[in-house]
Each structure stands twice: as structure tokens, then as C-alpha cells.
């Protein structure tokens, strides 16, 4: 899954930690290390936002991410040995630690790391002057002021990108996949291409069902609708034989791997499952379109002893309601 993120950078060498040695080419490249928060986190294909302590300089997509080794500066202390140091450009001493020592120079501890550069020239464009440090702080999804790498919810962003970010973000969308687990998302209320293809995927997360129950099904069955034997992966949903609300049950004997619309007409009643022969039946309206060739045909059950045949009677005498009351 592609991810969105601002990277900080800083004309010369940018402190972290008691880290230096940073250095940036902040439109074409962006460097870091084993020691910097979400480092193994950025990878190919995530969008970035490049800034400075004041100014938000473009957006790109990385094209490649180049590891390394390499040794660093770590700078301490001297008193109580802490890294979290900063240098005072105006008072002296010119150093202070966070319990409240100060000093002329730190402790240099040379020390090795995984080094990283994070590349994304040729992807680099300017934003419009509205896209300020403000506002992009303000879609950063977990705040820290102590990170420089921080993950942003791309769709609270997106009015301001400009039309120069119209090809990236058609590619992020593109790339956005179905979501396993279903959760609220942040951006229900904005309007935007982002906001939209995720009201979308959830909806056809909700479709395919709970990814372990469909996982489940898949397992037991394989990839292939028992009414169909459609075997397209992305459009076979987990169907509760039992309706969950009222079972609670994801057990694989509650459960038919179907093509998405056989599922909509089995849960409307239009399709039901003899308990004891396992054959299937359609209602009579559906005999005019594409279904007629699998009426009268046996449930796919792939050697296994197939759903509950509970939980199929139980469907099956709604069916059989369906047929003098059509829902």
C-alpha cells in the first residue's frame, strides 16, 4: 500500500537526535538513516511533500530508494550523556541538553547506520503558494515536532495540489487498494477524488465481507464461485448464508464464495440451495437473463462437506417466501 509523506529538510546539515550529516537535494533527492522514525516505512510509489522550517518546496512520487552503509556523527552531552542536544546560534555556551546542561562542544560518538536516499526527480513539481507548512501540518496522521519523517492523509491535501499534481494523483487513486478491515476514515466530509475512491473500496471491502471470512472461504473452496465457477479473484465476496446480524457466525459452514452478483440476488432471495441435494434454484424472473444455464445445477463444494445444512434450510425456506412474495 502506497503512503503519503512530508519529508523535512534543511538548507546545509539538518540536526536529528544529536544526529548531523544530513544533506539534502531537496528537488531531486532526500537522504536519511537507520536511526530516523519510519524509515523502513517510505517506500517506491509513496507520494512526498519536501519541506522546510517554512516553506513547503513541491511534491513528488519516489522512483527508487538506494540503502547503503555508512558511519555518522552521533553528538551527546558531555555531561549526562543525552542526544537530545541542540545548538544555541546567539548564547553561550553555544550547547544545551534537554536536562539543562550547557557546554562549548558535544561528545562525538562516531556510529554506523543503514543509509537511505529516497529519489524522486524526475516526479518533483512546485505546489501553489496556498499549500503552506500550516496546512500541511495539519494532515499529518500521528504529529511528533521530533519527526522529520512524518505520514500525511493525502486527501486532506489534495484541493490544494494544483492541476501540475493531476498525473500523480491519478496514480496514487489507481494504486489505492480494497481495505481488509473496515474503519472510519478521517476524510468522510471532503469532497475530493481521494475521500471518494475510499467511500468506494470501503464499500466493496463490505461486499467481499470480513477478509478472514472470505480468506476462509477461499481456503476451503478455492478461488472460484460455487455457483459459477467464475474464478476472477477480485470479484468473488464471502456471502453469510445466515445473515450475521442475527448469527453472528463467520464460521466457513455459515458461508458461499460468490460472484458479486449472484450474492446480491442470493441475499435478495432470488437464488436458493436445496439443503439436501445441494441443488440450485433460481426465482422465475431470472430466467430471462444470463442465469437460466445454472438453474437445476449442483453447489460447488470442492470434495469438502460443504455449508451447514442448517444454515442452507433456513435460507432456502426464505427463498421459497420470496417465490409468492418477490422482495
Known amino acids: 500500500m502506497n503512503r503519503v509523506w512530508s519529508f523535512l529538510t534543511i538548507d546545509g546539515a539538518r540536526q536529528y537526535g544529536g544526529n548531523t550529516g544530513y544533506n539534502d537535494d531537496p528537488e531531486a533527492v532526500y537522504r536519511y538513516d537507520s536511526d530516523v522514525a519510519n524509515h523502513l516505512q517510505v517506500q517506491v510509489g509513496d507520494v512526498v511533500f519536501v519541506r522546510s522550517r517554512s516553506k513547503v518546496l513541491g511534491v513528488g512520487e519516489i522512483e527508487s530508494v538506494v540503502v547503503g552503509a555508512g558511519q555518522k556523527d552521533r553528538l551527546r552531552c558531555p555531561h549526562c550523556k543525552v542526544t537530545n542536544i541542540k545548538q544555541r546560534l546567539t548564547r553561550s555556551p553555544r550547547w544545551a541538553c534537554k536536562s539543562g546542561h550547557h557546554f562549548d562542544e558535544p561528545l562525538n560518538e562516531p556510529v554506523a547506520v543503514s543509509t537511505y536516499e529516497a529519489r524522486y526527480a524526475s516526479s518533483f513539481r512546485s505546489v501553489p503558494p496556498e499549500l503552506t507548512v500550516s496546512r500541511l501540518n495539519e494532515a499529518v496522521l500521528r504529529p511528533s515536532d521530533q519527526m522529520s519523517i512524518k505520514e500525511m492523509d493525502l486527501a486532506r491535501l489534495e484541493p490544494l495540489l494544483g492541476r501540475d499534481a493531476d498525473a500523480l494523483l491519478r496514480r496514487y487513486v489507481s494504486r489505492m487498494p480494497v481495505p481488509g478491515e473496515l474503519t472510519v476514515a478521517r476524510d468522510d466530509s471532503l469532497q475530493s477524488v481521494i475521500a471518494e475512491r475510499r467511500r468506494v473500496l470501503r464499500e466493496i471491502s463490505l461486499r467481499r465481507g470480513q477478509k478472514q471470512?472470505?480468506?476462509?472461504?477461499?481456503?476451503?473452496?478455492?478461488?472460484?464461485?460455487?455457483?459459477?465457477?467464475?474464478?476472477?479473484?477480485?470479484?468473488?465476496?464471502?456471502?453469510?448464508?445466515?445473515?450475521?446480524?442475527?448469527?453472528?457466525?463467520?464460521?466457513?459452514?455459515?458461508?458461499?464464495?460468490?460472484?458479486?452478483?449472484?450474492?446480491?440476488?442470493?441475499?435478495?432471495?432470488?437464488?436458493?440451495?436445496?439443503?439436501?441435494?445441494?441443488?440450485?434454484?433460481?426465482?422465475?424472473?431470472?430466467?430471462?437473463?444470463?442465469?437460466?444455464?445454472?438453474?437445476?445445477?449442483?453447489?460447488?463444494?470442492?470434495?469438502?462437506?460443504?455449508?451447514?445444512?442448517?444454515?442452507?434450510?433456513?435460507?432456502?425456506?426464505?427463498?421459497h417466501s420470496c417465490l409468492s412474495n418477490p422482495p
Do not use: K
Open 213 to 319: 471470512f472470505r480468506d476462509r472461504l477461499i481456503r476451503r473452496y478455492g478461488v472460484r464461485c460455487q455457483i459459477s465457477g467464475y474464478d476472477f479473484t477480485a470479484a468473488l465476496e464471502a456471502a453469510h448464508i445466515r445473515p450475521y446480524a442475527s448469527s453472528e457466525d463467520n464460521g466457513a459452514g455459515n458461508g458461499l464464495l460468490l460472484r458479486s452478483d449472484l450474492h446480491t440476488l442470493f441475499d435478495l432471495g432470488f437464488v436458493g440451495i436445496d439443503p439436501d441435494t445441494l441443488r440450485i434454484s433460481f426465482n422465475p424472473a431470472c430466467m430471462c437473463t444470463g442465469y437460466r444455464e445454472f438453474d437445476g445445477i449442483l453447489l460447488f463444494v470442492g470434495g469438502t462437506t460443504g455449508p451447514d445444512p442448517s444454515a442452507l434450510a433456513q435460507h432456502w425456506e426464505f427463498f
